[in-house]
């Protein structure tokens, strides 16, 4: 199952680009993993929260395909623990998920078009990060579910 | 108020100092703030929990002192939103406290004794995440919170 960690937004901080780095060559080996950045184009940007929204939106939807597993995450979504990550990545392999995409929304959040779009929603902590942590924050966690799949003793827990 | 972040274990990874470098600048023109590594000598190290726990507890009350206000991080602990965060910072100074340490336990968590000295206990998130990392998010929060109290505009909820 291609793990693909969709993030609209600005490029990463070089710390950021370098951790990300470190946790998919862990990950790799036992499964693949990606980030995408979706950007905006630079004479599209503005501030105005609800036009960002739809813009991208037009730009998820675009890139949206029908083997796409969508999770989204957001604050409002459900809290779950890391092996329960592991459970769930293991459920959509069962079902013959052929890539899974982890979207974390721009700034404002996202429509509620792509919520309905979305098969499940999770919640990472009820802290507010940055995007681009949050990034880093999925890659680990991401490495943690397969590690826990692979029985690694990378998590004890 | 000095805010100081305790962290039982190994040196950073290379990203992982280069992301607390760089929230520390964002934060010190507000407050001052620091990491503390806490590592067992060498020759202690032990793959024991029970023993590595014991030796991390008489290290850690060995620094403590009666000004510290010691919060302990821990998966058992309260989910806090960023502002309360800001909040409890607030009630924190408006007590006169000198400093603040945010308690990030070892690879075991820590011993019982330690959890009673701790004023409060907070968990991040229901996702383990390495202590490393750890390290890196409380760093941001800490930027956070004192942004929310300087009403910049970096947190916008």
New interface residues.
């Given amino acids: 199952m291609q793990v693909e960690i969709w993030s609209v937004g600005k490029e990463n901080?070089?710390?950021?680009d370098?951790?990300l780095k470190?946790y998919f060559q862990k990950t790799r080996p036992y499964n693949p993993v990606d980030l995408v950045l979706l950007q905006l184009p630079k004479k599209l940007a503005t501030t105005d929260a609800d036009k960002a929204k739809l813009l991208e939106e037009e730009m998820i939807l675009k890139k949206l395909q029908p083997h796409h597993y969508l999770v989204l995450l957001d604050e409002r979504g459900k809290?779950?623990?890391?092996p329960q990550?592991a459970q769930q990545f293991q459920q959509m392999m069962n079902m013959g998920t052929k890539t899974l995409v982890i979207l974390i929304g721009g700034?404002f959040g996202v429509t509620d078009n792509i919520r309905r779009q979305a098969r499940q929603v999770w919640s990472?902590?009820?802290?507010?990060?940055?995007h681009q942590?949050v990034r880093?924050?999925v890659a680990?966690?991401v490495y943690?579910a397969f590690s826990i799949l692979n029985n690694s003793p990378y998590?004890?827990?």
């Fill in positions: 901080e070089s710390f950021i370098e951790g470190y809290l779950l623990t890391s990550w700034a990472l902590s009820h802290l507010v990060f940055p942590l880093l924050m680990e966690q943690r998590h004890h827990s």
